[in-house]
């Protein structure tokens, strides 16, 4: 079964729109994001099993996608902002050293949208050491994001891609890799 027809079997809202980027031909469309209620419940926990963030008081969520607002942006950002973090919507281009002058990778993380240069969004999360994280599963396994979240048959999966996460400089607890599925 599609990822499409999955989400819409779990009544996920189906987004329109098929968003083809250049780095691979990997189709990635904003209906195979995961719930953005549950992933901001899943992301909060997965912080805690990160050595970097779990002591944070205050951690900025970045939220990268292909402009800094609209529906899907906005609904994230929102999720985000109920569970206690701090989003700033952004754009690739966005991505500079002004933006994170006072950040850290013990206080940023960076979601990352669908459709946005990622070759951008690693260079960046690769050089500030910032974990990157996302709603759509099939970012981690092609190795655009670190962590990525979906919901399975009504259960919580998390996708670990291991060579992005060491790219990032962040460790996450043996705990939760036993948890994930990890892409090495």
Do not use: C, W
């Not at 329109?16 to 980027?21: D, R, S, T, Y």
């Not at 990352?112 to 396994?141: C, H, N, R, W």
């Not at 259960?155 to 890799?177: A, D, F, G, Q, Y």
């Amino acid at each position: 079964m599609s990822t499409i027809a999955r989400n819409l079997r779990h009544g996920f809202p189906a987004i329109a729109g098929v968003i083809v980027f250049s780095a691979s031909t990997l189709v990635v469309s904003a209906a195979e994001m995961a719930d953005p209620g549950r992933q901001g419940d899943m992301f909060k926990r997965i912080f805690s099993y990160d050595k970097d963030l779990r002591a944070s008081d205050k951690i900025v969520i970045i939220v990268v996608g292909e402009t800094r607002g609209g529906p899907a942006i906005d609904k994230v950002a929102a999720v985000f902002r109920e569970r206690g973090f701090f989003p700033a919507m952004v754009t690739a281009s966005d991505l500079s050293d002004d933006l994170t002058s006072s950040l850290t990778p013990q206080s940023a993380v960076m979601y990352v949208m669908p459709g946005v240069a990622y070759d951008a969004v690693k260079q960046f999360a690769e050089a500030k050491g910032i974990l990157s994280i996302s709603g759509v599963t099939s970012l981690a396994e092609a190795g655009h994001v670190a962590v990525s979240v979906d919901v399975q048959g009504g259960k919580p999966e998390i996708v670990v891609n291991m060579p992005r996460l060491t790219t990032e400089r962040h460790e996450l607890s043996s705990e939760l890799l036993n948890l994930a599925r990890v892409i090495r």
